[in-house]
Each structure stands twice: as structure tokens, then as C-alpha cells.
């Protein structure tokens, strides 16, 4: 049973001008998100900026959307690292706190061999019994996992059930569905190539659009699950200048910028990361503008 199909939201962490995070907006935006039709929750990703946060505001964090979510649909926690043995320690008060499952990010700066994520990822999985979904994301963290590696992981550990593809390579998505012969849940975690992984056995997104358009990035999955192919790929592609807006600067700089335009006020980013350049926000606010949104 996959822990959720559709589209999750990787959600933003709402910050106060003090930049604490402002739990007010939080449970604001968890709500909105919930009546707008999004299938899960995903808090703490990149997206949430999860590598400035403190550990404690990381736990904190994860256990206040359990508890407003209610369990009406599934909380997914971001509780990967480049330190083993911290990505342990976040996993167990994780699943401690009820979360119903975690995605794990591959180790950054410092790497892995193949053999050194086998060994992460198993160690970590081995410590809790709720599901996990590997995160791919060689851009960001200059590690890959081959689909070699995924198909090993996913035969010898068994809460091991998904993978977040963002490689943005097609052609490595085929070789681990033919790898892993339909035993793994595979997710997008490329808002411009949904339907593509859709049409590799993909059974949903880990969508950074669903903050600012939750129920179309619903509504363009299960049109695809549904059997309208045509009409899931013209969503698909009516969405990509809005997607390639939304990633003018490294994320989450832009979807912030874009739920400020929309009045969600979800504040500042944390340092290193800054406001939005004013050409790419003109641009931002163009295609959103050309959207619906504004």
C-alpha cells in the first residue's frame, strides 16, 4: 500500500520577520492545503528550508503538523542528512511523533560511495518501522543514487518503498522501474515532468507548484491514473512556463516570493538564501498572472 498517490506538496516553512517560524501560518497554509485536494503533506524538505533549521525547530516542526493534520491525509517528514547518525536520530522522533512517513534525502558536501548509501539508508530504516521514500536529487546534493543501488535497497529493506525522482533524467527513471520490476512507488520530484513519470509507472508528485496550486497538480495525477492521458499532459504543459518561473533561483526563493504575490504572507528566507531578484520576480509575477493565480 503506497502511502499516498496524487500529489504531495513539499510545503514552505512559514518564517516571521524575526525568522522563527510562524506556526500561526503554518497550520494557515496546512489547512488551505488540505480543502485545495493535495494528497499529502511534506514538511521539512528542501523546500521547507530543512538546512537552516536547528534540530529541535526540525523536530518541533514535523510533530506540530502531525497534530493538525489529524491524520486526514498523510504527513511525510523530511528527515535526511549527510550524518547517518543524525538522519537516525530525526527518523526515530519521526515516527515517535506519528508521522506516516519519511523521505530521505541523499547525504550532501560529504557524499557516498554506492556501498556507503546501502549502508545509510539501511542502518536508518533499520531504526523505525514506518515507510520511507529515498530522495534523488543530484543537483543539490551531488550524490546520485544508481537505479542499481535503489533495486538492491528496496529487495533487502523492506519499509524501503518509494523514491523521489529528480534527476531529471528519463532515461535513468526506466532503469529503475525495469530494476525494481514495479516493486517501488516512484514519485516526481520535477514539477515540469509529472506526467512523464506518470507514464513510467509513477504514482504521483512531490510538488513544489501544489503551494501556490494544489488542486490543479491533484486534478493533472488522477486525471493521468484516471485513463485521460490527453487531457493530463495539456495540464502538464499549460503549466510549464508557471514551473519554469517557480525555479528562475534556487527554490524555495521563488515559491516564497509567489505566496507573497498571493497575499499568504509566509515571510522571509533564512540566510544563505535571499529575496527574489526584482527581474525574476516581474517574471514570476507575469506567469502567474498568465495562470490565474493573480
Given at each position: 500500500?503506497?502511502?499516498?498517490?496524487?500529489?504531495?506538496?513539499?510545503?514552505?516553512?512559514?518564517?516571521?520577520?524575526?525568522?522563527?517560524?510562524?506556526?500561526?501560518?503554518?497550520?494557515?497554509?496546512?489547512?488551505?492545503?488540505?480543502?485545495?485536494?493535495?494528497?499529502?503533506?511534506?514538511?521539512?524538505?528542501?523546500?521547507?528550508?530543512?538546512?537552516?533549521?536547528?534540530?529541535?525547530?526540525?523536530?518541533?516542526?514535523?510533530?506540530?503538523?502531525?497534530?493538525?493534520?489529524?491524520?486526514?491525509?498523510?504527513?511525510?517528514?523530511?528527515?535526511?542528512?549527510?550524518?547517518t547518525r543524525t538522519?537516525?536520530?530525526?527518523?526515530?522522533?519521526?515516527?515517535?511523533?506519528?508521522?506516516?512517513?519519511?523521505?530521505?534525502?541523499?547525504?550532501?558536501?560529504?557524499?557516498?560511495?554506492?556501498?556507503?548509501?546501502?549502508?545509510?539508508?539501511?542502518?536508518?530504516?533499520?531504526?523505525?518501522?514506518?515507510?520511507?521514500?529515498?530522495?534523488?536529487?543530484?543537483?543539490?546534493?551531488?550524490?546520485?543514487?544508481?537505479?542499481?543501488?535503489?533495486?538492491?535497497?528496496?529487495k533487502n529493506v523492506?519499509?524501503?518503498?518509494?523514491?523521489?525522482?529528480?534527476?531529471?533524467?528519463?532515461?535513468?527513471?526506466?532503469?529503475?522501474?525495469?530494476?525494481?520490476?514495479?516493486?517501488?512507488?516512484?514519485?516526481?520530484?520535477?514539477?515540469?515532468?509529472?506526467?512523464?513519470?506518470?507514464?513510467?509507472?509513477?504514482?504521483?508528485?512531490?510538488?513544489?507548484?501544489?503551494?501556490?496550486?494544489?488542486?490543479?497538480?491533484?486534478?493533472?495525477?488522477?486525471?493521468?491514473?484516471?485513463?485521460?492521458?490527453?487531457?493530463?499532459?495539456?495540464?502538464?504543459?499549460?503549466?510549464?512556463?508557471?514551473?519554469?518561473?517557480?525555479?528562475?533561483?534556487?527554490?524555495?526563493?521563488?515559491?516564497?516570493?509567489?505566496?507573497?504575490l498571493m497575499g499568504?504572507?509566509?515571510?522571509?528566507?533564512?540566510?544563505?538564501?535571499?529575496?527574489?531578484?526584482?527581474?525574476?520576480?516581474?517574471?514570476?509575477?507575469?506567469?502567474?498572472?498568465?495562470?490565474?493565480?493573480?
Open positions: 500500500m503506497a502511502i499516498f498517490k496524487g500529489a504531495g506538496v513539499a510545503i514552505v516553512t512559514p518564517m516571521k520577520e524575526n525568522l522563527e517560524i510562524n506556526y500561526d501560518k503554518l497550520d494557515e497554509i496546512i489547512e488551505e492545503q488540505i480543502a485545495g485536494g493535495t494528497d499529502a503533506i511534506i514538511i521539512c524538505g528542501t523546500t521547507g528550508e530543512s538546512a537552516t533549521m536547528t534540530e529541535p525547530e526540525h523536530s518541533e516542526a514535523i510533530r506540530f503538523t502531525i497534530e493538525r493534520v489529524k491524520h486526514r491525509i498523510p504527513v511525510i517528514a523530511g528527515t535526511g542528512s549527510n550524518c538522519a537516525i536520530e530525526l527518523s526515530r522522533e519521526a515516527a515517535k511523533d506519528g508521522a506516516d512517513g519519511l523521505l530521505l534525502v541523499t547525504p550532501y558536501y560529504n557524499k557516498a560511495t554506492q556501498n556507503g548509501l546501502i549502508a545509510h539508508y539501511t542502518q536508518i530504516c533499520n531504526e523505525v518501522s514506518i515507510p520511507a521514500i529515498l530522495y534523488n536529487v543530484p543537483s543539490r546534493t551531488g550524490c546520485s543514487i544508481q537505479p542499481q543501488t535503489l533495486a538492491t535497497l528496496v523492506d519499509n524501503i518503498v518509494g523514491v523521489k525522482e529528480a534527476s531529471g533524467n528519463i532515461g535513468t527513471v526506466a532503469e529503475i522501474m525495469h530494476l525494481c520490476d514495479g516493486n517501488i512507488d516512484l514519485y516526481s520530484g520535477n514539477d515540469d515532468q509529472v506526467v512523464p513519470l506518470l507514464s513510467l509507472g509513477g504514482i504521483g508528485v512531490i510538488s513544489v507548484l501544489s503551494n501556490v496550486a494544489p488542486t490543479y497538480v491533484h486534478d493533472m495525477v488522477y486525471k493521468y491514473l484516471s485513463g485521460d492521458t490527453a487531457g493530463s499532459a495539456k495540464m502538464q504543459l499549460d503549466a510549464i512556463p508557471l514551473c519554469n518561473a517557480l525555479f528562475c533561483e534556487v527554490n524555495p526563493i521563488p515559491v516564497k516570493a509567489a505566496m507573497n499568504k504572507e509566509v515571510g522571509p528566507l533564512r540566510a544563505p538564501l535571499t529575496e527574489i531578484e526584482d527581474a525574476h520576480k516581474e517574471v514570476l509575477r507575469k506567469a502567474m498572472t498568465d495562470f490565474g493565480l493573480l
